[in-house]
């Protein structure tokens, strides 16, 4: 607003209008900016009144997601009314009526009423940046808040503020510029002056740059650590445009046509095949059936071979189908549906057998269009899918039809009909990319239900000694499971979210927090009652998980919500995940820096601990496990198996007692290694000899189980002391299923 409106004490401003113009131009840019012009709202002059701010602002606030980002930018006067000794801040709208501030003091445009119904109720990563005199009053009351909120042992929700003045100070106008001051230099940042290597302007690199430039006030700020991951413009997209930019313009009666994605026209006939091989038979859970398979059977053995090419051939509404083994010497057919004439396409798939045909549709045939499926292909022999016939519409898919069908083929379609459709949509995300809309909604509404119908059950971690009176339960790992009589994780099932993105890593990771945290609190009450103190809990978490704000804010929740200690919650992070920045994330030049600090703020919050897990496989490093805040450090089972398995536990011991030597912290970190039993190569005592004092396995002689126990029994803590002192000839015991 360059006019005072009702207050005509207020000098007008010159430039205040056309900067709130600039920036909006720069934020929707169609190749530099962020922000889609439909959801950027530009308000200036007479339409900036109070009123319609207020409604615009508290209904972005109340309809935010998690995922949403807001940014807020003021350009204009302020000013502060006192009542009886109390200030109260206002941003000058046209329509603030100053004389009446005492009487009605909500009709203007309150900064509190930003800070306490805008920014502290908005979900998602929320920034402002006031252009305007005393704009620093909103940033002295912030840092008061989040001040309080640090002794409480709680941080402030992510919200950032780069302010032009002190609390008392004024803001400037530059004729030189054409532009208020600050506002010139930010306009400078978000065009490429703050941009990282890669041509992208965060807040936190803007809010840098500003500050940074010889201003006087010196302008204020306050950034969050969403403010050092959240882009606003990309301008070094700008110097790649620039040679498109020189040639020649297209004439006028030539259009430009976006390419669609190819699978978007046989989004509707992939659902339906889908729909078919893996029928939804509704459940009291809703529509989506974890236990029902494709033929109503509630077991997970598959079905026999016969049953499984009856199905495809009636999925896909086709004549026939065979499944034929081809080797050096010609083929074989395995199994066959009923009109199936191998003596009318004898010589047909003989030719077949050649490379080329592998994957295509043989047209013009006396039998028709005949569709050849490649299912296993070996040096010595292979094994094709052969549908005489099928209906078009579903030819008219395409390539992606023989992955479709190649993955339904090594799925159980005996088994939950959800799993089913969750490996075909995943094989296609993996071989062609992006997929349309419909396919990636509906993979992850079924995902959501398979982690929600997760079991968990718990496998103790084990304190050695060589007396048997100090063996005992340390701690407990909380373990998925699609079913408790399992013996093994759904790792597959796991795995995939990370093929989609964060949005089903967090959704993941959520379920399993929820359900271990509340399985857990059951199975102690179940063995212990209302008394005694629960045990420490670990359960496994990604990185990205621990990067989005929603995960944090559902720890919280949940530990609360079942009474646990969270000091008793160890989360442990995977060496398998990297410790990096999106493409359109910004870290600065040290990812386990940022990473770390993250972490820090976190356990700051929450109270909460942290592991490193798998050590010894996938992003493993030395300098992640000793750069990370860590409690404990877990060991995986394929490092004990390696021919230099004792010097590199003698290392993880040695990286863990480095924080006590140095008087970093006031114990060292406690080291698990996983997979241990009898027979394993790297034995207890040697892992008692490196200084290491906890394992997890096999060796108490059970597996993880939906319930915990109050102690290890008697002969097995002797068998344990007796492994840890090396007796010889001492006879394992016998394990229990």
């Known amino acids: 607003m360059d006019d005072c409106g009702l207050d005509a004490s207020l000098p007008s401003l010159r430039y205040a209008e056309s900067d709130a113009r600039a920036l909006h131009r720069l934020l929707t840019d169609s190749v530099t900016g962020t922000f889609e012009p439909a959801d950027a709202h530009l308000r200036v002059g007479a339409e900036a009144d109070a009123q319609s701010l207020r409604s615009l602002l508290r209904t972005v606030a109340v309809d935010s997601t998690r995922s949403d980002t807001l940014l807020i930018y003021f350009a204009g006067h302020a000013l502060t009314a006192d009542w009886n000794g109390v200030a109260d801040d206002y941003l000058v709208t046209p329509d603030l009526p100053r004389a009446a501030l005492r009487a009605h003091p909500d009709e203007g445009l309150r900064m509190a009423f930003l800070r306490n119904e805008v920014l502290d109720r908005f979900n998602g990563a929320a920034f402002l940046v006031l252009d305007c005199c005393r704009a620093g009053s909103f940033l002295e009351a912030r840092t008061e808040q989040i001040e309080m909120m640090a002794i409480g042992g709680r941080h402030s929700k992510q919200h950032s503020v780069l302010t032009a003045s002190p609390k008392n100070g004024s803001a400037r106008e530059s004729a030189t510029f054409g532009h208020g001051v600050v506002t010139k230099h930010i306009i400078d940042a978000l065009s490429g002056r703050a941009a990282d290597d890669e041509g992208r302007v965060t807040f936190a690199r803007m809010a840098d740059y500003v500050v940074g430039q010889d201003i006087d006030p010196s302008p204020g700020q306050f950034v969050q650590s969403r403010g050092a991951t959240t882009v606003l413009t990309r301008p070094g997209l700008a110097a790649a445009g620039a040679a498109a930019s020189m040639v020649d313009p297209l004439p006028a009666d030539v259009r430009v046509v976006e390419l669609a994605n190819p699978l978007e026209r046989a989004a509707g006939a992939i659902l339906e095949l889908l729909s078919r091989v893996y029928p939804r038979a509704a459940s009291a859970r809703g529509p989506a059936s974890s236990t029902t398979g494709a033929f109503g059977a509630a077991g997970r053995q598959p079905p026999p071979l016969h049953d499984k090419t009856e199905l495809l051939r009636a999925a896909m509404e086709a004549d026939a189908a065979a499944v034929l083994e081809y080797t050096t010497s010609g083929f074989q057919t395995i199994t066959a549906t009923t009109h199936f004439h191998e003596d009318d396409l004898h010589q047909l798939l003989r030719g077949a057998a050649s490379s080329a045909l592998r994957g295509r549709v043989l047209d013009g045939t006396s039998a028709g269009r005949v569709l050849c499926v490649p299912l296993r292909h070996g040096s010595a022999t292979s094994l094709e ?201 910004s870290w600065g030049d040290d990812s386990l820096a940022y990473f770390h600090q993250r972490l820090v703020e976190i356990a700051g919050r929450l109270d909460i601990r942290f592991a490193v897990d798998d050590f010894g496989v996938g992003h493993s490093s030395v300098s992640r496990m000793a750069e990370l805040p860590l409690t404990q450090i877990k060991v995986d089972r394929a490092l004990l198996r390696h021919p230099l398995a004792h010097q590199e536990l003698a290392l993880v011991a040695d990286v863990a007692r480095h924080p006590l030597k140095m008087g970093y912290a006031p114990a060292a970190r406690s080291v698990v290694v996983e997979g241990v039993e009898d027979d394993s190569p790297i034995t207890l005592e040697q892992i008692y000899g490196i200084g290491i004092r906890h394992v997890q396995g096999y060796v108490t002689g059970e597996r993880p189980a939906s319930t915990i126990k109050r102690e290890i029994g008697q002969e097995m803590r002797e068998h344990i002391a007796s492994l840890v002192r090396g007796d010889r000839g001492r006879n394992p015991l016998r394990r229990t299923a």
């Open 385 to 585: 899918l052969v549908v005489v016939n099928p209906a078009p519409a579903l030819l008219e898919i395409g390539e992606p039809l023989v992955k479709i069908l190649e993955t339904i083929w090594r799925t159980n379609v005996g088994g939950p009909v959800e799993e089913g459709e969750i490996e075909v949509l995943t094989a296609l995300r993996t071989s062609f990319g992006r997929l349309p809309s419909r396919l990636y909604d509906r993979c992850y509404e079924l995902y959501r239900a398979v982690v929600g119908s997760f079991a968990m059950v718990f496998q103790p971690i084990v304190t050695i000694d060589r007396l048997a009176r100090n063996v005992e339960i340390h701690s407990y790992e909380a373990l998925a499971r699609l079913d408790p009589a399992d013996s093994r994780a759904p790792v597959d099932l796991i795995r995939h979210a990370h093929v989609w993105g964060d949005r089903f890593v967090v959704e993941r990771d959520q379920a399993i927090l929820h359900k271990a945290i509340q399985a857990y609190d059951d199975a102690h009450r179940r063995c212990h009652g209302d008394s005694g103190v629960p045990r420490p809990v670990s359960i496994n978490v990604a990185v990205r998980s621990l990067l989005d704000d929603s995960y944090v804010d559902a720890i919280e929740r949940t530990i609360a919500g079942a009474g646990l200690r969270p000091g008793a919650v160890t989360l442990e992070i995977s060496e398998q995940d990297p410790i990096a920045p999106r493409i359109y994330e």
